[in-house]
């Protein structure tokens, strides 16, 4: 049952998302077009949206609008397709295939993957600061300064340059951990935050639901070890075990397949048990908990 | 007199920028301190800072607080600054000098200034949601709205992208007049409207401000084609004349310099004239005006 309802979950916001990316990307009639192309490319059709998801599904659960928090959730996904497009680029990981297509750079060009990935992250914010869907002027500002600072160098991009750096230095587990907790943890903890933002909910109450982001941002990426280390290149869409051929330390590489995997499982219980005090209204992140280890790309 | 008002007024908000850039950038403790390191050698210490300075005399002469003004000025210049990392990129303009030094990504590498541009934009809407600096939430919002809009596909990264494919395709004066409201103008614009924004200024008032933040944009894109074909090199601290070397149609190509130069100095005077309204308190705007046309570099 839990399955299922995951299931729905999972093709409904790729829909909504889809749509949504689709009606803020116009294409216009100059020689804009091709960045904006550019953009639709990488941006609509693809990915897992497990951010929107989890903004949406704890949105969901304190009962907010659902069409707002689809938006809010497609500006968090704005910010993480920029950072894949510039993580993708021959600079950085330098990877050929996403989502198992073409990148950005190798379907167009450099330019255009730097400016669409800049513009997406634009995109992001123009999103959250517009008046006419999302009324009150505290919440839009609320929700830029979650999402401006998990991005940023105290967020996702400092989690980046840690990362680069790894490929020089040998990491322990307490540094790998922080760099993971930077890496994608700050945006995914920003996703069920900001929907804990759209629905007002008070400081007090969103202390649980920021321990289960943490929880369930660690298992998420040690999941990712274990599927870079295990998985499948085709059913990724992406080439794999690129961190193993650089030596850089991992989750599977510091513990062990085996440990690695108790760990992102432990993880998971931990943040179920965060949901303690909500009934069948948090069935959904509970059932994302699961999914974030157990999925297959 | 203006020269004098106008050099002190560089002077200032040269130091002003310094200090809050260096107090919004503190070196961590971990392996993020290349990435930070990196966002102030780009961003401390260079530039003219003409945003800030558009920002701070527009919010100076409708009586806005200037640290305030200061602080809405350094996250315009934080997108400016993002914006001349990336654009230096091997695969944008692939520059090796800016403000007399190495660039970025010659001084680093080009992952580190990819992610230092990126960190820098996120840091523009940092500034501008911090709620302990600008306690009204309606005019961070509004900030935020007009800083994406103006950076985003609909503004600059759109004008750098038109740019690109200028290197292909033959623009008219149309067109190229079109590239670069969206390439400069609108930051520019955006850092005058910002200062309104701060004033609280009714829309009425706004629209002779946007009117002549719109002529000096265009004014002083012209004059920088005149410096790029007359410039000096040493002065510039950047390679001049690969625009013509490229064959890409700017106001000097199309207009000659002679001509050029007129329509810039007329664009100066329309820009005056859109201060009538305002007395003494507009002198700096009128000064800025000037200087954007009769700058050496």
Known sequence: MSENLLGQALERIATEVDVC???????????????????????????KRMRPLLCAATAEMLA??????????????AIHVYSLIHDDLPCMDD???RHGKPTLHREYDEATAVLAGDSLH????????DASRIPDPFTRAELVACLAKASGAQGMAGGQMMDIVAEEREFDLHTVTRLQQLKTGALLA?????????????????KSLRHYAHDIGLAFQIADDLLDHEGDEELAGKALRKDEAAGKSTFVSLLGAERAREQARALVDQAIGHLDQYGSEADLLRAVARFVVERKK
């Open 64 to 77: 907010v609008d659902r069409e707002l928090a689809v938006r809010v959730g497609c500006s968090i996904e």
């Open 190 to 206: 920003a996703s069920v935050e900001m929907g804990a933002i759209l629905a007002h909910l008070p400081e007090e109450g969103r």
């Open 95 to 97: 990877d050929d295939m």
């Open 21 to 47: 990316l689709d009606a803020l990307l116009p294409l216009p009639g100059d020689a804009r077009a091709r960045l904006v192309e550019a953009m639709r490319y990488a941006a609509i059709g693809g990915g």
């Open 122 to 129: 634009a995109l992001a914010f123009e999103i959250l600061s």
